[in-house]
């Protein structure tokens, strides 16, 4: 790769960082667009996370993307903070301006947008939903999830203290829940969103029974590796609705990818493919 110092740089501080496909999937949009930059990945050890993130502008960087364990760290370095990344307490993207650090979280924009288009029908008001996990990734989804309305989050995680922080972090819209719960949680909801790493490649099954579900309600997993993880094969076999985790990638990028480069990126099935490919 030639680079000029009109080359826009960007990459993702994480660590470890080499399992990441954002390199790959920034890396599509930079050929297809034809734009001259480039998208690195940044394995920085937390010690060093301040530092390096100082030092990126003065090296060319115009932002980055910031991935596990760094988002909240990334959230209390910025001076500039997004609405979503002041409702997350979490940041995974900076844009830089000088020495200013502006920190955005489009972890939300990506759930949702994923959502929408993987279950169009789907509208917020339709019912609860019912949110598994209480991590850094289920702050994005229940954020979002309120932010777009829903009338009731019942949000269940195995250590229930994490649940119980995160639905006072969104506010009254949300309650957490025992997990022997999770069939009383279930019926009558119109959504339920798994967004704990369960069912990801080398963990364990998510092994839940959606029988108490509705037929109507949608079930969307924001893991992507396997894409059809045994929740989302289960609830197929029921004929739900789906929506598996990979667009939540592609779509958080979208905004980030905007601001970087000045170019809106479309996803489409070949970037689909292309991410895909990274496995
Ligand atoms: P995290 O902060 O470490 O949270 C992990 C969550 O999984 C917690 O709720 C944890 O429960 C639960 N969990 C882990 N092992 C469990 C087990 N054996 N039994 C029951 N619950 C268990 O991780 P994260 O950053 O939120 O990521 C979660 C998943 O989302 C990962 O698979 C990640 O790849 C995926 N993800 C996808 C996207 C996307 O764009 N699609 C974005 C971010 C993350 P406890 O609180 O009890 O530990």
Redesign the pocket.
């Known amino acids: 790769m030639k680079r000029r110092n009109s080359t826009r740089l960007a990459g993702v501080l994480g660590w470890p960082v080499g399992h990441s496909r954002s390199p790959r999937l920034h890396g599509h949009w930079l050929q297809h667009y034809g734009i001259d930059g480039a998208y690195v990945p940044l394995p920085v050890r937390p010690e060093d996370f301040a530092e390096a993130v100082r030092l990126l502008p003065r090296m060319g960087f115009v932002g980055a993307n910031v ?2 364990p760094h988002k909240e760290a990334a959230f209390r370095l910025c001076s500039l903070r997004d609405a979503a990344a002041e409702r997350c307490g979490a940041v995974n993207m900076l844009l830089f301006d000088g020495d200013a650090i502006e920190g955005r979280n489009t ?1 939300v924009f ?2 949702l947008e ?1 959502l929408r288009r993987g279950a169009p029908h789907w509208r917020a008001d339709d019912g609860p939903a019912v949110l ?9 989804v229940a954020v979002g999830l309120v932010n777009a309305g829903v009338p009731e989050l019942r949000i269940l ?3 229930q203290a ?2 119980e922080a995160l639905a006072a972090l969104v506010g009254s819209t949300a309650r957490a829940l025992p997990w022997s719960d999770l069939p009383r949680a279930l019926s009558g909801a119109a959504l339920l969103v798994n ?6 490649v080398g ?2 099954k998510l092994g839940i029974d959606i029988a108490p579900l509705p037929n109507a309600a949608t079930v969307a997993d ?4 396997p894409l059809e993880t045994d929740l989302l094969a289960a609830a197929r076999r029921r004929g739900l609705a789906t929506v598996d ?5 592609l779509y ?1 990028a979208q905004p980030a990818f905007a601001a970087w480069f000045g170019t809106k990126p479309e996803v489409t099935p070949e970037l689909r493919r292309a991410v895909l490919e990274a496995e």
């Open positions: 991935t596990v972890d990506g759930f994923n598994i996990g209480a991590g850094g990734a289920a702050r994005a995680n195995r250590t994490r649940a967004a704990t790493s369960l069912g990801m963990q364990d924001i893991v992507y590796a985790g990979l667009g939540m990638l958080q």
